[in-house]
């Protein structure tokens, strides 16, 4: 029989629960002789998955949904026995607000980019200029082959600055709030590359690959997934199912030093952990420091992470009085707000708000405005309100609010990320085997996305441990 061995994760928010609920399972399942230990700096496990009850409302403080169509997630939920419960958000009209208008988003965008001629032609968002501009897509050649380029450039090459300001950008960094001209293309959507490259134009690229609509069987369902009580459900579920005495709350890992035999753990609280192999599923700004001795670390210290805050506020219904028949609206760059996004959530999510009442969440902190996020709740919440009045109609204070602050929590992924990562990986393997670098820094932000790569960790240390 193979000797004992422990493994430590680092990071309890959702690839580091992921991790640790794969690890025992494959464990359990094999009989290994391994033991797995969790160390999480705060008070609670979930990280950047945080849901708020209050009042009957049911409010997200960090993600409020995954994408259906990514399975770990949903896989993982179907594991701890949420799967029956999973919800799909309610699908209706979405909004974007171009220079200062609401208008309807056209049908048939994926990502903003046309699937469909009519609805971009006879869309309001864009110039006459700007649609010609917009069908160049038709007729440009396809790019050289090139190893990364921003998603900037590419959009805008591919169809003008107006159809990337006025619609691209404000979906696409939304998700991951940066700027679009820094992003890199082929961390965030690497199959526009490629479609590029196979199809040449990008909307008859989309067309032949998307799913055909199914004959109309009624509504499309939504492209989201949550849970009724919110996604920290989830993470309370997989926590139930590890075993007792994994996880240690309220202590940071600060120091890691390789060993002859595997590594010590150096924790707040003064211990030493001792591990054979160790997956770090914190933030990637937390590695220089706890491995100073390492220079080749030292690298994400240039790697930027944006800061955003959110705001929810609740309603009663009465007192939105110029109510919009939909579930949102994004915010281009080019209108004189300060709001980047706005979800009509009890429309979104129904299941969040009691009946009667209102629930509308909104975001600021666009990269050009990061110091909003350090302003006071008040302040705050005030720039909402305004902002929002400008389009709505709202008549009363509201019920209360709930501003959450994500100070350095999305990481950005910025033009040559993959190969800055795999160089990493790379000193890092032949300097520190046994160490496995996981979580949203890396190959993804989203929920499914750190999932997944929470389940990636658990074969690698497998395969290392069986060496
Ligand atoms: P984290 O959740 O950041 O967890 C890392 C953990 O490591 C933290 O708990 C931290 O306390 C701990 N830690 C740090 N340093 C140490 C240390 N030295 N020792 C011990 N522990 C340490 N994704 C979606 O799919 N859908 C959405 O709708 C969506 N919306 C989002 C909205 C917001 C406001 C934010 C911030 C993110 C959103 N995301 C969304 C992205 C997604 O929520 C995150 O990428 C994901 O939850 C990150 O998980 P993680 O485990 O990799 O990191």
């Known amino acids: 029989m193979a000797a004992h061995k422990t493994i430590v994760i680092v990071g309890g928010g959702i690839t580091g629960l992921s991790a640790a609920y794969y690890l025992q399972k494959e ?25 708020y009850q209050k009042d009957g409302f049911t409010i997200e403080r960090g993600p409020d949904s995954f994408l259906a169509r990514k399975k770990p997630a949903v896989k993982l939920a179907e594991e701890v026995g949420l799967g029956e419960q999973l919800i799909r958000n309610g699908t209706g009209q979405s909004y974007i607000l171009v220079n200062n208008q609401l208008h309807k988003m056209p049908s048939g965008a994926f990502m903003g980019i046309p699937t469909q001629v009519r609805p971009f032609l006879f869309s309001g968002i864009f110039s006459m200029k700007g649609k010609l501009r917009a069908g160049f897509d038709f007729i440009l050649p396809k790019g050289e082959p090139i190893s990364d380029q921003s998603l900037g450039a590419f959009f805008r090459r ?12 404000p979906l696409l960094s939304g998700i991951y709030a940066g700027d679009i001209d820094d992003m890199s293309l082929m961390s965030t959507f690497p199959n526009f590359y490629k479609l590029e490259q196979e199809h040449r134009s990008l909307v008859k690229g989309l067309q032949k690959s998307m799913p055909k609509p199914q004959k109309s069987t009624g509504k499309k369902p939504g492209m989201f997934y949550s849970l009724p009580d919110g996604l920290e459900s989830l993470v309370t579920k997989v926590t139930e199912k590890l075993d007792e005495g994994t996880v240690t709350l309220g202590t940071t890992v600060d120091h ?15 211990e030493v952990y001792k591990a054979d192999a160790v997956i770090m599923a914190a933030p990637h700004y937390t590695l220089p420091k706890i491995f100073s001795q390492y220079d080749f670390f030292r690298s994400f210290n240039d790697m930027p992470a944006t ?22 609206f994004v915010v281009s760059r080019n209108s004189d707000y300060r709001i980047t996004a706005c979800t009509w959530t009890h429309k979104k999510w129904p299941s969040t708000t009691p009946k009667g009442k209102a629930l509308v969440r909104c975001y600021v902190g666009r990269p050009s405005d990061q110091s909003v996020v350090d302003l006071s709740d008040d302040e705050i919440i005030d720039i909402v309100l305004k902002d929002l009045n400008k389009t709505m109609d709202i008549t009363a204070e509201p019920e209360f609010s ?44 989203g929920v499914p996305d750190c999932i997944e790569q ?10 290392f441990l069986q060496d």
């Open 256 to 270: 890691v030093e390789k060993k002859e035999n595997g590594y010590h753990l150096l924790l707040s609280n003064g």
């Open 27 to 51: 464990i359990k399942a094999n009989s290994l002789p391994y033991e797995v230990k969790l160390v999480e700096a705060s008070e609670r496990l979930g990280g950047k998955i945080q849901t």
């Open 402 to 445: 709930v501003v959450t602050r994500w100070k350095n929590a999305m990481p950005q992924y910025t033009v040559g990320h993959q190969e800055r990562i795999a160089n990493i990986r790379k000193e890092a393997r032949e300097q520190l085997p046994g160490l496995f670098l996981t979580g949203s820094s890396f190959e993804g932000i």
């Open 307 to 328: 800061s955003v805050a959110n705001v929810a506020l609740a309603f009663d219904e009465s007192a939105i009085k110029k109510d919009i028949d939909g579930t949102g």
């Open 454 to 463: 929470g389940e990636k960790a658990v074969s690698d240390v497998l395969e």
């Open 158 to 169: 591919r169809f003008g600055d107006e159809l990337v300001e006025n619609l691209i950008e």
